[in-house]
């Protein structure tokens, strides 16, 4: 391979904007431009393609030439898609489409490789096969407070789902189900150690989805809340070590975990506090509207550390394998409170010190914040009404520090490394800027500045922005609708994520990002350097499930086809540009177990698999042993081959399966 | 929605570069640049960025400002994840991964709805389910050899079936099954009028891959190639109005069809013309040194013009409900012949004005010009030899124009607007552009210059490059590797797919696009224009299936909840911010038909819905009607919603299946 003919390339573009007639063979060092005037050349493509100054710098702010790397990685949920976007900022290109709770035959995974059935049987529903999903929030493992690269987890809204995905090898290695609810929304979120991964119910249902008319709603229904105990050193959620705490069957919605000053304290914006059952068909109110009747809806306070040691007391129910605190019990110990927000909201965000946590009602033009110190105030102060569950409400007035009006929707809230929180305004359909007070700044609590976006956005993320310690850098618009975006690919549209420069004074829109692959809700942007991703697997014959030296690892030279009865087993190797054996002859009705180890040792060089009527698509990347096994229920002859374009003789790389009557 | 705003956008983005302090209420329209320097703010962030002269002219040539559209439209396969991608050209943005032979949530493809249901069982294998597929070769449909916009197909490799497109609204419409093969790999490529649809097997099995020993292979196993019928008006390709011709068990590999003076021929390259069958673990040759001894393999050389008639004569035989001519029929009738071709080829491609093919011979370092009116003189001269199954072997002299030496590994050609073709080079790691000789250049059959590319390339397309009339812009080498060029994101990389400016001399290398969503192996390129893809549905009510009124729509007030016993049909509207009805009571064991109309008009009102644990994923494009029907075999409380964040009311957007015992 020649990579340095890099250097070559940008060369021959040196003359082309010079119109020097240079020959190839005078290499030189491409030179970056220094003070003065950019090239005559760059102008005249400028003026040719009608770009603007603005287009222009935008175009060089977000150009990532060949061979360099992006600054940010941003992981994005792919919403119904059911899987895990991963693209680069500021390029905004995408570099994984990581596959969670839908099978993706690329990646084989779900087409009979062991380790991704395992994966996703840890996925089914009421025990059978569920192989659809709705991605929302995908969170990074954190280390006080801070984004430490080591994992993301993401939420199934649809079926009440969580994943964890493990950062060396940016796989799937676990799916749980809640076995109580069936609809998570407030999910995933990481308390600032990854003791825990919070999961909220959106849709209340009775526990355990157990049937009840919806006449029996206040009494039956409930959400919940659960904190997944996650274990850093296995890579696992631990369902023994996890709890849940019964909540009121209000529509909790998105939550964030404290940190700093309000470490141990989880929040979660709610609606539908007025318990409407819907039925438009018999005259009642749509849901829309009979969700959005009150003036005021109920932030959820959560004391999770007190709930923790509630759990550890034994002071729980069990319901379904899974230990549940009361609500009785959690408002007697002290760990669930509610205070008023404006209508229906969306984000509750944790300002990056923790004093704050700022409610967007998106029925209101406000934000709403919150104190940490006035809450606790307000607790010691038992400052409260209940609720009709019994549940402490604070008081509103007691508990608020300041409303600043953005405009109209307001949503998610984002935040810099300058005080400043960013909200998305789905109405107005923009992003303002606006200042926090102190100890940010000594006058805030007020709006900066408004970008128009295009068009409708949902949720943004900022650099770090939601950390400890944000980024102050690229603020990313998931917006909903593209329109007239992009060019017409049929009635479905690609969404339009847009690049936003935040580090100017005003904020530069930068760039439009076509999202065809899924529909992102909602996204975390991590400094690119703080992952350590390995490049090929760590030894080979690896078992990337469980991270370890596969059982069924083979060897050169110890490939081999074991028969016992009916019982056939292969030991394959798989290698630039051969399967070893190639010939795999059994009898019809036999039981096939076949492992394969993808013998490379070199970046990038994956072998595929596939095995025609039998709905097999394996990915094995360097290293790796893949397994699979079926009965081969028919007879015939079946030309089996390597599915990534490995080396010039790949196409030559198969076999055959030949199956007896 | 506020348009308007994006002006705003760019004169904010105009102050930032100048330094104005210009307030916003001021808006003026945006300035392209003018003859002169780029502005000072420009060159600023390129020498911050240590961007190059080479890189600014990149930057500028693929930026495309929000708002504003791609050129061009490129087709590439999914490869092992069996899809279809478009992306835009010169912005390399992924607009959308259509769904094909894999199921796919976001899209609701293959998650309950009727139609895709009825598409995807077009694709049985064995009569069973079979969702794993290798997509290569996208076509679009052609006029007189130009694209005309209308469809594209593609191919699954693995299990030979051939899918059909509608670019009115970029959706799988079809998918047909080849009876009598696993493997396709010559597929799919479209006669100058798409008259016909070609598919070529690649490995060899017996017809109706029936069982036979390898030791059996000569005398049982065969390749095929089969001309589909397409019925434009239609939308369908036509089994009983398509045959096949039996080929030697030689794998075939690309083809293309001939055009103009070759019009009513087609051309596949093949490999292991050997008939080797492998068995490395019996001490035989593996099958990449097996296959690969011979000097020269074939050039197919079809008829298939003439095959047409001898289909319409009568004279096939009908094997598993398809048309077969016959080996000897086709050499009896002038419908085959070969010609020798420097060692394993893999590209056969069609010069613009069809009076040559080329073939990329990949362990030959020249490519073989072969000329239609030398062929023609040849079969008349029968200036041949029999292969053993009495095929014509033309003479190799006598129908070669010329060979080129190019460099390494040359698989695949594309051609300009002036003359010139473009060969990928897998093992030189390059683009190859050489001169055609007459008619288009007196002096030409030579190298031009050769282009580094990162890394590997396969196939590559250039604009419109493969049509009688090239555009002569943006060439995109596909690359299979990418080793260093993005940021890491485990040991499964991106394939990088370079954008090349090719109007320019020397080439100019713009742009590497991270491919994390599959494994292009073939691209077609066509002007955006082209294509009048629909905004919404014609009509609302509509049945995208076969593109009219769908029995099943449903008008507002016309909802309704019908019972006859178990029977439950629904018929359901959605808007925003509802469904109606929004209340679902059934009993377990009912059989639950579900229609819904989404009555939108507006551009990008999608909804979606997903119902948990009952695997149901649908996305509903303005005034689609998508139909599911299932067993409520589960009791219990059931919370459906719409997946699409379609208004500012999106989480209101649900109702409840109560199911019970």
Same mark, same amino acid.
Not at 271 to 285: D, I, L, Q, R, S
Not at 334 to 355: F, M, N, Q, R
């Given at each position: 391979?020649?990579w340095h003919?890099?250097?070559?390339?940008?060369v021959?573009?040196v003359?082309?904007?010079?119109?020097?007639?240079?020959?190839?063979?005078?290499?030189?060092?491409?030179?970056?431009?220094?003070?003065?005037?950019?090239?005559?050349?760059?102008?005249?493509?400028?003026?040719?393609?009608?770009?603007?100054p603005?287009?222009?710098?935008a175009?060089?702010?977000?150009?990532?030439?060949?061979?360099?790397?992006d600054?940010y990685?941003?992981?994005l949920?792919g919403?119904?898609?059911?899987?895990?976007?991963?693209a680069?900022?500021p390029s905004m290109r995408?570099l994984?489409?990581?596959?969670?709770?839908?099978?993706?035959?690329?990646?084989?995974?779900?087409?009979?490789s062991?380790?991704?059935?395992?994966?996703l049987?840890g996925?089914?529903?009421?025990?059978?096969?569920?192989?659809?999903?709705?991605?929302?929030?995908?969170?990074?493992?954190?280390?006080?407070g801070?984004?430490?690269?080591?994992?993301?987890?993401?939420?199934?809204?649809?079926?009440?789902?969580?994943?964890?995905?493990?950062?060396?090898?940016?796989?799937t290695?676990?799916?749980?189900?809640?076995?109580?609810?069936?609809?998570?929304?407030?999910?995933?979120?990481?308390?600032?150690?990854?003791?825990?991964?919070?999961?909220?119910?959106?849709?209340?249902?009775?526990?355990?989805?157990?049937?009840?008319?919806?006449?029996?709603?206040?009494?039956?229904?409930?959400?919940?809340?659960?904190?997944?105990?996650?274990d850093?050193?296995?890579?696992?959620l631990?369902?023994?070590?996890?709890?849940?705490?019964?909540?009121?069957?209000?529509?909790?919605?998105?939550?964030?975990a404290?940190?700093?000053?309000?470490?141990?304290?989880?929040?979660?914006?709610?609606?539908n506090?007025?318990?409407?059952?819907?039925?438009?068909?018999?005259?009642?109110?749509?849901?829309?509207?009979?969700v959005?009747?009150?003036?005021?809806?109920?932030?959820?306070?959560?004391?999770?550390?007190?709930?923790?040691?509630?759990?550890?007391?034994?002071?729980?129910e069990?319901?379904n394998?899974?230990a549940?605190?009361?609500m009785?019990?959690?408002v007697e110990?002290?760990?669930?409170?509610?205070?008023?927000?404006?209508?229906s909201?969306?984000g509750?965000?944790?300002?990056p010190?923790?004093?704050?946590?700022?409610?967007?009602?998106?029925?209101?033009?406000?934000?709403?914040?919150y104190?940490?110190?006035?809450?606790?105030?307000?607790?010691?102060d038992?400052?409260?009404?209940?609720?009709?569950?019994?549940?402490p409400?604070?008081?509103?007035?007691a508990?608020?520090?300041a409303?600043?009006?953005?405009?109209?929707?307001?949503?998610?809230?984002?935040?810099?490394?300058?005080?400043?929180?960013?909200?998305?305004?789905?109405?107005?359909?923009?992003?303002?800027?606006?200042?926090?007070?102190?100890?940010?700044?000594?006058?805030?609590?007020?709006?900066?500045?408004?970008?128009?976006?295009?068009?409708?956005?949902?949720?943004?993320?900022s650099?770090?922005?939601?950390?400890?310690?944000?980024?102050?850098?690229?603020?990313?618009?998931l917006?909903?609708?593209?329109?007239d975006?992009?060019?017409?690919?049929?009635?479905?549209?690609p969404q339009?994520?847009?690049?936003?420069?935040? $580090?100017?004074?005003?904020?530069?829109?930068?760039y439009?990002?076509?999202?065809?692959?899924?529909?992102?809700?909602?996204?975390?942007?991590i400094?690119?350097?703080?992952?350590?991703?390995?490049?090929?697997?760590p030894?080979?014959?690896?078992?990337?499930?469980?991270?370890?030296?596969?059982?069924?690892?083979?060897?050169?030279?110890?490939?081999?086809?074991?028969?016992?009865?009916?019982?056939?087993?292969i030991?394959?190797t798989?290698?630039r540009?051969?399967?070893?054996?190639?010939?795999?002859?059994?009898?019809?009705?036999?039981?096939v177990?076949w492992?394969?180890?993808?013998?490379?040792?070199?970046?990038?060089?994956?072998?595929?698999?596939?095995?025609?009527?039998?709905?097999?698509?394996?990915?094995?990347?360097?290293?790796?042993? $893949?397994?699979?096994?079926?009965?081969?229920?028919?007879?015939?002859t079946?030309?089996w081959?390597?599915?990534?374009?490995?080396?010039?003789?790949?196409?030559?790389?198969?076999?055959?399966?030949?199956?007896?009557?």
């Amino acid at each position: 391979m020649k990579w340095h003919k890099l250097v070559l390339i940008s060369v021959i573009g040196v003359l082309v904007l010079t119109g020097c007639d240079l020959t190839r063979t005078q290499q030189e060092e491409p030179q970056a431009v220094e003070g003065g005037a950019l090239p005559q050349a760059a102008m005249d493509i400028a003026e040719e393609r009608g770009l603007s100054p603005a287009d222009i710098s935008a175009a060089l702010k977000t150009y990532i030439p060949s061979g360099q790397h992006d600054e940010y990685l941003m992981f994005l949920s792919g919403g119904h898609s059911g899987q895990l976007i991963v693209a680069g900022v500021p390029s905004m290109r995408i570099l994984k489409n990581i596959a969670v709770f839908v099978p993706e035959s690329w990646q084989g995974y779900g087409f009979g490789s062991w380790d991704s059935r395992e994966v996703l049987e840890g996925g089914l529903v009421d025990g059978k096969e569920n192989l659809m999903a709705d991605t929302h929030h995908p969170a990074l493992s954190e280390t006080n407070g801070d984004y430490d690269g080591q994992y993301v987890f993401i939420n199934d809204k649809a079926n009440a789902r969580v994943a964890v995905i493990d950062l060396r090898d940016f796989e799937t290695k676990q799916i749980v189900k809640n076995p109580n609810v069936l609809s998570n929304h407030g999910a995933t979120f990481v308390t600032p150690n990854t003791d825990y991964v919070i999961e909220t119910t959106q849709y209340s249902t009775p526990l355990g989805w157990e049937y009840a008319p919806l006449d029996e709603y206040e009494e039956k229904y409930r959400g919940l809340i659960t904190l997944w105990k996650f274990d850093r050193e296995k890579g696992r959620l631990i369902q023994d070590e996890s709890f849940s705490i019964e909540l009121p069957p209000y529509w909790q919605d998105l939550c964030d975990a404290g940190k700093l000053v309000s470490d141990g304290w989880v929040f979660c914006g709610s609606f539908n506090t007025e318990m409407a059952t819907g039925g438009v068909e018999n005259g009642n109110p749509p849901f829309e509207a009979g969700v959005s009747q009150r003036d005021m809806d109920y932030l959820h306070i959560v004391n999770w550390e007190k709930a923790k040691e509630v759990f550890e007391a034994g002071k729980t129910e069990t319901l379904n394998d899974m230990a549940v605190i009361s609500m009785d019990t959690a408002v007697e110990e002290g760990i669930l409170y509610l205070a008023p927000e404006p209508k229906s909201p969306h984000g509750a965000d944790v300002t990056p010190g923790g004093e704050y946590v700022v409610v967007a009602g998106k029925l209101d033009p406000h934000v709403t914040i919150y104190s940490m110190e006035k809450i606790e105030q307000a607790i010691a102060d038992e400052n409260w009404e209940p609720d009709p569950f019994g549940i402490p409400v604070l008081d509103f007035d007691a508990v608020v520090e300041a409303q600043v009006e953005l405009g109209l929707g307001p949503l998610h809230t984002q935040f810099d490394n300058d005080g400043h929180a960013y909200t998305s305004l789905f109405l107005d359909t923009a992003v303002a800027k606006w200042k926090l007070g102190p100890p940010y700044h000594d006058e805030g609590w007020e709006l900066v500045e408004t970008l128009p976006v295009q068009y409708n956005v949902g949720h943004l993320v900022s650099a770090e922005g939601d950390t400890v310690d944000p980024d102050g850098k690229w603020l990313v618009s998931l917006n909903k609708w593209s329109v007239d975006r992009f060019t017409g690919v049929g009635p479905l549209l690609p969404q339009n994520e847009q690049l936003i420069d935040i $580090s100017t004074n005003p904020m530069q829109l930068l760039y439009d990002m076509a999202m065809g692959v899924g529909e992102p809700h909602y996204a975390q942007m991590i400094k690119a350097d703080k992952i350590d991703a390995w490049e090929v697997y760590p030894e080979v014959g690896w078992d990337p499930l469980n991270q370890t030296k596969s059982p069924y690892a083979t060897a050169p030279g110890e490939e081999r086809i074991e028969r016992n009865g009916s019982e056939v087993e292969i030991f394959m190797t798989a290698v630039r540009s051969h399967f070893t054996p190639e010939i795999i002859e059994v009898k019809k009705g036999d039981h096939v177990t076949w492992h394969i180890t993808n013998i490379e040792t070199a970046v990038d060089a994956t072998h595929g698999l596939q095995i025609p009527a039998y709905n097999v698509s394996l990915s094995m990347e360097p290293g790796e042993v $893949s397994s699979i096994d079926f009965v081969a229920d028919r007879d015939g002859t079946f030309a089996w081959y390597c599915t990534e374009f490995c080396s010039a003789l790949h196409l030559e790389m198969m076999g055959y399966l030949l199956v007896e009557e």
